[in-house]
Each structure stands twice: as structure tokens, then as C-alpha cells.
């Protein structure tokens, strides 16, 4: 499941600062193909970051929908896309297996509600998250779902916290250490549980190459 999600929740934009001529633009390289996984039109959409920001709740994110729905649908658009702020402090508030959890006060339905409406209205749900593992996981060293090991188990420590953009206190996971690819892996699940079709995965850099790499084994 997470592999087919994480295969569609990346799109990039390139900057070109002027110090390439524009002759080296090839058309032909960027068109879509049976094998190099480019779209064949950029993803169509809505997010809440674009408006709504920091204070999404069950209530704006479905009036979204509605109106996706009822005015942009035939135009092509698709995702209602539910960025940031959907989650408690993820520095102390973690689930039993580590993930973030939904802020009840802002989706007192829980996030498979969201999901639902969405899908009803014939319209594909995306989400946001970040790369590591909480620092909540961590100070709780919480179990990994269906496995022996906890959080401290697969942190790298060495390495420190994942910061970047707008957020912290996630850190750094070792992919070669048992448990890390299950912790992924439960991930996976969480989300499938909510219905999600799309991920938005924030801050991810050359260094965080393993993270993507790990999430598409699932």
C-alpha cells in the first residue's frame, strides 16, 4: 500500500536561475511514458496549506471538498489535500506505536471520516507528514506495531534531528537496524486506515534518500 502512495506524492519544480541556456530544455525528455513514472499532467488539486494553513479542521476541509467537487471536478481536479496542523505536538503526543495522532478538538471524527466524505464526493484524499520518527516515540520509546522492538531501537542518533522547513523534533531512523522498515510499515496502515491516496512528505533532502526508499518497500 505505501508503495503505491509514496509512487504519486512527489512533484517537482525546477528553478532555473538563468545560468543555463534555455536551449537545453528538451520537450521530449518530460513527456510522460509507459516507463518513467511521470504524470501525464501535473497532480490537480487543492491544498490547505494554501489558505487555511495552520488552523485546518473536519469542518473547512470538507466545505473544500464540496466545492472541488462541485465547481473544479469537471475541470480536471481530483485531490483535497489536508497539509499541517492536523495533529497534537508530536514532541509528547504520539500513538501507542509512535505516529502522530489527530487532533480530536480539530477533527473530532477522526481522520477516516475525512477520508470518507472526500471519497464520496468522487475526489482522492491527500495528506502531510514528515520523514523520522517523533520525539515523543522516542522519550515514550514506544513499541513498533507487531514487532519486539521500540522506538530506540532504530533511531540514529548520531545523526540528530530531522530539521527542516517547518518542523522538528522528528529524528533520524537507521534502515539497517530490525524494526525500522515495520515501523514504516505501520505507517502505511495508519494511513491506509484513513484512506489516503496521496502523501505531501515534507523536507525531504539527498540525505533522505533511505526514507523514501524504505517507504516504497511497503
Known amino acids: 500500500m505505501l508503495k503505491k502512495i509514496f509512487s504519486t506524492m512527489f512533484s517537482f519544480s525546477l528553478v532555473l536561475s538563468g545560468i543555463f541556456s534555455v536551449s537545453i530544455l528538451d520537450p521530449e525528455e518530460t513527456?510522460?511514458?509507459?516507463?518513467n513514472n511521470l504524470a501525464?499532467?501535473?497532480?490537480?488539486?487543492?491544498?490547505?496549506?494554501?489558505s487555511i494553513r495552520k488552523k485546518p479542521t473536519e469542518k473547512n476541509i470538507k466545505a473544500a471538498a464540496?466545492?472541488?467537487a462541485e465547481k473544479f471536478k469537471s475541470h480536471g481536479y481530483e485531490y483535497v489535500n489536508l497539509d499541517d496542523y492536523y495533529q497534537l505536538d508530536w514532541?509528547?503526543?504520539?500513538?501507542?506505536?509512535?505516529?502522530?495522532?489527530?487532533?480530536?478538538?480539530?477533527?473530532?471524527?477522526?481522520?477516516?471520516?475525512?477520508?470518507?466524505?472526500?471519497?464520496?464526493?468522487?475526489?482522492?484524499?491527500?495528506?502531510?507528514?514528515?520523514?523520522?520518527?517523533?520525539?515523543?516515540?522516542i522519550d515514550q520509546n514506544t513499541p513498533i506495531e507487531g514487532t519486539p522492538y521500540h522506538a530506540?531501537?532504530?533511531?540514529?542518533?548520531?545523526?540528530?534531528?530531522?530539521?527542516?522547513?517547518?518542523?522538528?523534533?522528528?529524528?533520524?531512523?537507521?534502515?539497517?537496524?530490525?524494526?525500522?522498515?515495520?515501523?514504516?510499515d505501520s505507517w502505511a496502515r495508519l494511513f491506509a486506515s484513513y484512506g489516503v491516496d496521496y502523501l505531501k512528505i515534507d523536507?525531504?533532502?539527498?540525505?533522505?534518500i533511505p526514507d523514501i526508499e524504505y517507504g516504497q518497500r511497503r
Open 66 to 68: 464540496d466545492i472541488i
Open 31 to 35: 513527456e510522460a511514458s509507459s516507463y
Open 152 to 184: 530506540k531501537d532504530i533511531v540514529d542518533f548520531s545523526k540528530g534531528q530531522k530539521v527542516s522547513f517547518n518542523y522538528d523534533n522528528m529524528f533520524s531512523i537507521d534502515f539497517s537496524k530490525p524494526g525500522a522498515q515495520e515501523y514504516i
Open 91 to 137: 514532541t509528547t503526543n504520539v500513538d501507542k506505536y509512535g505516529r502522530w495522532v489527530v487532533d480530536p478538538k480539530k477533527f473530532p471524527n477522526g481522520m477516516k471520516a475525512v477520508g470518507d466524505y472526500i471519497h464520496k464526493k468522487g475526489l482522492k484524499f491527500g495528506l502531510y507528514v514528515t520523514l523520522g520518527i517523533p520525539k515523543g516515540a
Open 40 to 50: 501525464g499532467r501535473p497532480f490537480m488539486g487543492w491544498s490547505s496549506w494554501s
Open 203 to 208: 523536507g525531504v533532502r539527498n540525505q533522505d
